[in-house]
């Protein structure tokens, strides 16, 4: 599903009503009615609603879902931010549909004194809509939605926010002043705001994309990123009947060093749980016993074996977890990429030693796939900038490196990214402040290798697949336990779940977050 831009999505609009003949306002009838609908399945208790409409197409949205929620029999009432003499002729059609419908109590407002006193009189309201401004909205708030929004910010009433919070620019990632949200309906597709943005209160309130009529055709963006967890559904295809282990792949994943062999164990367990035929763990021999202590299905080997000895017959190698740094563990990292004729993921130590010598990374990426996954310290070294330049500028650093040195780059973090070769980049929404622990970097690097094991023809997209697992697999966890309690040992726990879950529900609705929250679970 691929992220437009404020000025793309309206060019959608554009395309969707000229050349595919769908009206602005059979747009604008879709929207309101997907609402009303993740209203009904998600608030259905809260029945007294007070829907905030803006001018503009955003309010029209919120006039046709309060239509709809009056329609199941919901108490609502509208509240028009400005004269209806200021509406343009179509939304002040849709004015007129719904007060001669006659179930929704319509107030309109001209200015902010009439407003304070309309809001107050909806003091035992249960679900506020804010579809105050939209996707074309530029900031700052002013006037009657800054108004609203002031009030809102007091309340501690659940609010549904329509497209996107009122205040939110659509191509940013911020917003001075917003109105809060405990869940987001947006249509088509995501915009920057809703890849990267904080939205909600928590972040396992729901933010969801409905379609609403646009084609395919119609999607058209030259912004070059897309979202990670429509890869996800590589997993969801059931597996052949007659699919044997040889069938998924074999793992080499090498690494650990005295004090630190539950990295490479966890990285293991991490391939296994995601669905390797096989996997082996290659450690120092005195570690061995350690590391297959974990699991009784993992193989092992020593890592002192000889390079083309430890790849034979393997489809993946994964290298770096608790490697360490000493001369011994360089000569072992430069022996196995040195021989490796198959994808390898790179990770942790093994980012710290390639670090050391530039230009490695891109002649090494000849010949062969390499996925790199560093955490913001790791990208910091491999690029040479601080780690201040990495955060604040993530996705032009992450798609002018693996762009530059032919790979694919996991920039891991809140919201990590998956950058292409090609320099297209895929956005992952799932994920918690859980799995800020150690040992969930090498979960994801087992869960990333096993994806590439078994769809070895699409290892980008198996890459972004195992990323939006592994998140899911810690927001599931977390629901579970706690962001505050809950390991990375938990997330490998907690991958059945996440594999069974459905992002794209039956209700229509494509979860970018809040899936496991809301125990969205669909069976294939």
Excluded at 48 to 55: H, M, T
Excluded at 150 to 163: C, F, G, S, Y
Excluded at 501 to 517: P, S, V
């Amino acid at each position: 599903m691929r992220i437009l831009t404020a000025t793309e999505m309206a060019a959608c609009d554009r395309v969707t009503s000229e050349r595919f003949g769908v009206s602005p306002a059979a747009l604008m009838r879709a929207a309101g009615e997907a609402v009303a609908r993740f209203a009904a399945l998600h608030y259905g208790d809260r029945r007294r609603v007070l829907a905030l409409c803006g001018r503009g197409n955003n309010g029209g949205d919120g006039m046709v879902a309060a239509q709809a929620l009056a329609a199941r029999g919901w108490q609502v009432t509208a509240i028009l931010l400005g004269a209806e003499g200021t509406l343009r002729e179509e939304l002040r059609a849709l004015w007129r549909s719904v007060k001669s419908d006659g179930r929704v109590r319509l107030l309109a407002c001209a200015d902010a004194a009439s407003l304070q006193t309309l809001l107050a009189e909806c003091a035992d309201t249960e679900l506020v809509l804010d579809a105050m401004v939209g996707t074309g909205f530029r900031g700052p708030l002013r006037g009657l939605p800054l108004c609203a929004v002031e009030w809102l910010r007091a309340q501690a009433i659940p609010v549904l926010a329509v497209d996107l919070p009122s205040g939110w620019d659509a191509d940013q990632n911020c917003a001075e002043l917003a109105a809060p949200a405990d869940s987001v309906v947006t249509f088509t597709a995501p915009k920057p705001a809703h890849a990267f943005g904080l939205l909600t209160r928590r972040w396992s309130d729901p933010v969801v994309v409905v379609g609403i009529g646009s084609p395919e055709e119609a999607v058209r963006t030259g912004y070059g990123m897309h979202w990670a967890g429509s890869a996800k559904a590589i997993f969801e295809a059931a597996r052949a009947a007659n699919a044997h282990k040889g069938s998924f792949g074999h793992v080499l994943v090498a690494g650990g060093s005295a004090g630190r062999a539950g990295a490479v164990a966890m990285a293991a367990m991490a391939a296994m749980r995601t669905g390797a035929g096989l996997v082996t763990a290659a450690v120092p021999e005195p570690l061995m016993p350690l590391v297959v202590g974990f699991a009784p299905e993992m193989m092992t080997v020593p890592l002192a074996t000889d390079a083309e000895t430890l790849l034979r017959r393997k489809t993946v190698l994964a290298i770096g977890p608790g490697l360490g740094t000493e001369a011994d563990a360089a000569a072992a990292l430069r022996g196995l990429l040195d021989a490796c004729r198959v994808p390898a993921v790179i990770d942790a130590d093994a980012l710290n030693l390639l670090a050391r010598e530039p230009g490695s990374v891109k002649a090494l990426a000849r010949g062969r796939k390499l996925i790199l996954t560093p955490h913001p310290g790791e990208m910091a070294r491999l690029a040479g900038k601080p780690v201040a330049e990495i955060e604040s500028d993530r996705v032009s650093i992450a798609r002018d490196y693996a762009a530059a040195n032919q790979v694919t780059l996991v920039l891991k973090g809140h919201r990590t990214l998956v950058a292409r070769a090609d320099g297209r980049i895929a956005v992952n929404t799932t994920g918690n402040p859980g799995m800020a622990k150690g040992g969930s970097g090498d979960v994801l690097t087992g869960m990333i290798a096993a994806a590439v094991a078994q769809f070895p023809d699409r290892i980008d997209e198996a890459v972004e697949a195992a990323v939006c697992l592994h998140g899911l697999a810690g927001d599931c966890a977390a629901r579970r336990l706690d962001e505050h309690t809950m390991l990375a040992t938990d997330t490998i726990a907690a991958l059945s779940e996440a594999f069974r879950l459905r992002l794209a529900d039956d209700n229509g609705f494509i979860w970018l977050q809040g899936a496991a929250q809301a125990n969205r679970e669909r069976r294939a």
